[in-house]
């Protein structure tokens, strides 16, 4: 008795492999543009983190945007300076930490923040209500801004409005 597969069982193996194939490999190719975009949900909620912050405990708060490092860091404001290295916000998540995002990390997919313009800076801060402003101390209502997440499969625009601080994505490509 010979044991083995037939010519037939060994094609119908092959024709099932290559439908499962192709049927995963475009889902597959679809994972980089989630990434990029999870690195724009956390801006988008860390944006709102910082409104509802500075609102819950009456103090200012600012997001200091940094293009060359592709990094952003969560801060109190106090008086008219901001210092991210010494005024960073506690990470939530471990002890000890600073507030800083790195969109270099392999979980966004190489996004990367490009064409800030937020008060003609990097710097978007809201008051002790939660309203954004023009600068640190300031009365000055902000006049809104955007900034650009940017990968290999995708572009989007983040804009916070002028005068609640509402934030909203556009997708440009």
Request: zero cysteines; glycine letters at 14%.
């Given at each position: 008795?010979?044991?083995?597969?037939?010519?037939?069982?060994?094609?119908?193996?092959?024709?099932?492999?290559?439908?499962?194939?192709?049927?995963?490999?475009?889902?597959?190719?679809?994972?980089?543009?989630?990434?990029?975009?999870?690195?724009?949900?956390?801006?988008?909620?860390?944006?709102?983190?910082?409104?509802?912050?500075?609102?819950?405990?009456?103090?200012?708060?600012?997001?200091?945007?940094?293009?060359?490092?592709?990094?952003?860091?969560?801060?109190?404001?106090?008086?008219?300076?901001i210092?991210?290295?010494?005024?960073?916000l506690?990470?939530?998540?471990?002890?000890?930490?600073?507030?800083?995002?790195?969109?270099?990390?392999?979980?966004?997919?190489?996004?990367?923040?490009?064409n800030?313009?937020?008060?003609?800076?990097?710097?978007?801060?809201?008051?002790?209500?939660?309203?954004?402003?023009?600068?640190?101390?300031?009365?000055?209502?902000?006049?809104?801004?955007?900034?650009?997440?940017?990968?290999?499969q995708?572009?989007?625009?983040?804009?916070?409005?002028?005068?609640?601080?509402?934030?909203?994505?556009?997708?440009?490509?």
């Amino acid at each position: 008795m010979r044991r083995g597969y037939t010519l037939v069982e060994v094609l119908v193996t092959v024709v099932i492999l290559g439908i499962a194939g192709a049927l995963v490999v475009p889902s597959m190719s679809g994972a980089g543009i989630l990434r990029v975009q999870a690195g724009v949900r956390t801006i988008v909620s860390d944006i709102n983190f910082a409104q509802m912050d500075a609102l819950a405990y009456q103090e200012p708060r600012g997001i200091v945007f940094d293009v060359d490092t592709n990094s952003y860091t969560i801060v109190q404001v106090f008086g008219g300076t901001i210092e991210p290295e010494t005024d960073a916000l506690y990470d939530p998540r471990g002890p000890g930490q600073r507030y800083r995002v790195n969109l270099n990390d392999f979980d966004f997919g190489g996004a990367r923040i490009q064409n800030i313009d937020l008060n003609g800076g990097n710097v978007l801060i809201f008051d002790e209500i939660g309203g954004p402003v023009a600068t640190p101390g300031s009365d000055t209502l902000s006049s809104g801004g955007s900034l650009e997440v940017v990968g290999h499969q995708g572009r989007f625009r983040i804009d916070i409005a002028a005068f609640s601080g509402r934030v909203s994505v556009v997708r440009l490509d």
